[in-house]
């Protein structure tokens, strides 16, 4: 996942082609999955969320796929194919 804004911001970058998610579908989906170890995030997501920001992605080399996991996003046909070219 990319994160290009900060806590303070409406937006964050997730795909390769940029289309951004909103903070709030954030914390709605983490809420959602309902996983214990999201309880710390839940109850300081502002730190969270600008600890998420600053996590960039420090290798270089390999072969990384972003998807957008949202309702309208990327389809299952378009997954299948994206992980088929990885083994091209």
Same mark, same amino acid.
Request: hydrophobic share 35%; net charge positive.
């Given at each position: 996942?990319?994160?290009?804004?900060?806590?303070?911001?409406?937006?964050?970058?997730?795909?390769?082609?940029?289309?951004?998610?909103?903070?709030?579908?954030?914390?709605?989906?983490?809420?959602?999955? !309902?996983?214990?170890?999201?309880?710390?995030?839940? #109850? $300081?997501?502002? +730190?969270?969320?600008?600890? @998420?920001? %600053?996590? &960039?992605?420090?290798?270089?080399? !390999?072969?990384?796929?972003?998807?957008?996991?949202? #309702? $309208?996003?990327? +389809?299952?046909?378009?997954? @299948?194919? %994206?992980? &088929?070219?990885?083994?091209?």
């Amino acid at each position: 996942m990319r994160r290009t804004v900060g806590p303070s911001s409406e937006t964050r970058s997730t795909t390769a082609s940029g289309r951004p998610v909103s903070v709030t579908t954030v914390s709605s989906r983490v809420r959602a999955r !309902g996983c214990a170890r999201d309880l710390s995030k839940l #109850a $300081d997501w502002d +730190t969270f969320w600008k600890a @998420a920001e %600053a996590n &960039e992605c420090r290798w270089s080399d !390999g072969r990384r796929l972003v998807f957008d996991n949202r #309702a $309208d996003g990327i +389809t299952a046909d378009e997954v @299948a194919r %994206a992980l &088929e070219s990885l083994t091209a």
